[in-house]
């Protein structure tokens, strides 16, 4: 079933193993993964930065030129060897135009609130200035396009995936990190993101976000996920053994078979037993009770929860912790907040300078491999997701999750796993926290139950096998449909010989 030797284009706004986003991870993670499979070039650019979509990787000696074309700008070539072993290609246009976030945001206001401004005039400006404005990746695209058997095409935001796609849109790929948010209703997406193309959702979340929005459910699609790093992300099994201990001594063999199916459907079992543990949550809510993690407060270091991510009401961060801090007050517990992540919205002093959060600022892979392991619980308290990297980092170090319940992509990977819990409001979140702190034996079942569910659906393997499948559904569809218009011709010639042919025999009968 391996279409070897097949050549893919891979379009990203940004492709770097130094970038932390979700977006870039996730399409690194899939040309390292397909690199011994395929011939792959990456057509990105040469910014490592979706603010502003500066250039800010430099030229070197080693430059890519259009062959027949008038342009003169250099491409920056690079070369790469995967992981895995196999080579891939990166071509890295720059970017014409950098972005005035401050003007954009101004200007997206005024599009998203007057329909009358959503005309193709207005919307094409709104895609430049949205960027990365890269015209000349897609006359690399217009030019080449015969070249390549796929396209993959990542963020349906950006204009590199807007502008691609109608070029290339029987052959392409494309990976949309659908969200629920106000620019995916714009006109302009129903228009590019049609049935033509092949779909690959990371979650049955974001696929119902995307046939609700859209209106329909593509015919060639595949639920993938994201290929993780097991290695990297799992516990180490030394640190475990506390938690393995006391998960001994405190289950029963009558509550063994108590671990939910970890696969890819929705489980009524799951649902179940995460209405009970919030309905358990909730009528523990105000009421301590004496826990084996408040006996080892008086470690060396201070039991804390961990937020990784960027720093930003958008990601529902300021609302959490104030209700962390609310929290704090009532409670008994020495549990601190730590947040690792670029602060990226205007914090409240309060929030800043409170001794029960620290703020870490960025941090490098290691150290957050190390705070995920450290940690007593991650809190996700983003309301849109259409993956969540970390989250599943975590579950990977036998972590429990305390998630945002409004977005249904966490709450769906919740109730899938049973890996954590989720919350709506001020007074869940108290009683889920309280939960989780209060009842350690069924936290380190969440903890396992969630690394269970990433380690069955989001290994190599898995991954690789659905990418595969959904490659050669794209190459057959685009077989099928380059072969109609010669059917038709050839069956419309057959028929006027026929006729002709039939006329000559009237014809000569007449005589």
């Given amino acids: 079933m391996k279409p070897s030797l097949k050549k893919i284009a891979v379009v990203s706004p940004i492709f770097s193993d130094k970038v932390s986003g979700g977006s870039e991870k996730l399409i690194f993670q899939l040309v390292e993964l397909l690199a011994t499979d395929f011939e792959i070039t990456v057509l990105t650019t040469r910014s490592l930065d979706y603010i502003t979509w500066k250039n800010s990787i430099p030229i070197q000696e080693k430059i890519f030129f259009y062959e027949g074309t008038n342009h003169s700008k250099p491409i920056r070539f690079e070369e790469k060897t995967s992981s895995l072993g196999g080579k891939y290609k990166i071509l890295q246009f720059t970017v014409e135009k950098q972005r005035n976030i401050e ?228 409670s008994k517990l020495p549990h601190k907040l730590k947040i690792a992540g670029k602060i990226a919205s205007k914090i409240p002093n309060k929030i800043l300078e409170d001794q029960n959060i620290e703020f870490l600022g960025f941090v490098e892979e290691q150290i957050k491999f190390e705070l995920l392991q450290n940690c007593v619980c991650l809190i996700n308290s983003s309301p849109l997701e259409s993956f969540s990297i970390v989250l599943m980092e975590a579950w990977l170090k036998g972590k429990p999750a305390l998630v945002n319940g409004k977005s249904d992509v966490l709450k769906g990977h919740c109730l899938r796993s049973n890996g954590g819990l989720f919350y709506f409001d001020r007074k869940s979140f108290f009683a889920t926290l309280d939960f989780i702190l209060d009842h350690p034996k069924e936290s380190f079942e969440m903890g396992m139950s969630g690394k269970k569910y990433v380690e069955q659906n989001f290994n190599p393997k898995t991954v690789r096998e659905k990418l595969l499948r959904l490659i050669d559904k794209t190459i057959q569809k685009n077989t099928r449909v380059h072969k109609r218009p010669f059917d038709l011709v050839h069956l419309l010639n057959s028929l006027s010989a026929f006729l002709n042919l039939l006329r000559h025999i009237v014809w000569y009968s007449y005589f």
């Fill in 103 to 330: 003007r954009f945001n101004r200007l997206s206001k005024k599009i998203l609130e007057r329909p009358s401004l959503q005309n193709k005039e207005s919307i094409n400006h709104w895609l430049i200035e949205q960027g990365p404005y890269v015209p000349e990746l897609i006359q690399f695209i217009e030019s080449r396009k015969s070249e390549y058997d796929v396209f993959f095409f990542v963020s349906y935001l950006y204009y590199p995936l807007v502008f691609g796609i109608p070029l290339v849109a029987e052959k392409s790929i494309i990976i949309p990190t659908f969200h629920d948010e106000p620019p995916a209703y714009l006109p302009v997406y129903k228009e590019i993101l049609t049935d033509q193309s092949s779909y690959s959702f990371n979650t049955p979340e974001e696929l119902n976000v995307f046939r609700n929005i859209l209106g329909y459910k593509p015919s060639t699609y595949s639920i993938t996920g994201m290929n993780l790093n097991l290695g990297q992300c799992s516990s180490d099994p030394g640190s475990e053994n506390n938690y393995a201990d006391y998960h001994h001594k405190n289950t029963s063999s009558d509550n063994k078979n108590e671990t939910l199916s970890c696969q890819l459907d929705f489980s009524d079992k799951a649902e179940k037993s995460m209405r009970r543990s919030l309905r358990s949550a909730s009528a523990g809510f105000g009421t301590r009770c004496k826990s084996s993690l408040e006996k080892n407060s008086n470690r060396e270091e201070t039991p804390f929860l961990l937020y990784v991510g960027r720093v930003d009401q958008g990601k529902g961060f300021l609302e959490m912790a104030e209700w962390f801090l609310e929290w704090k007050k009532n």
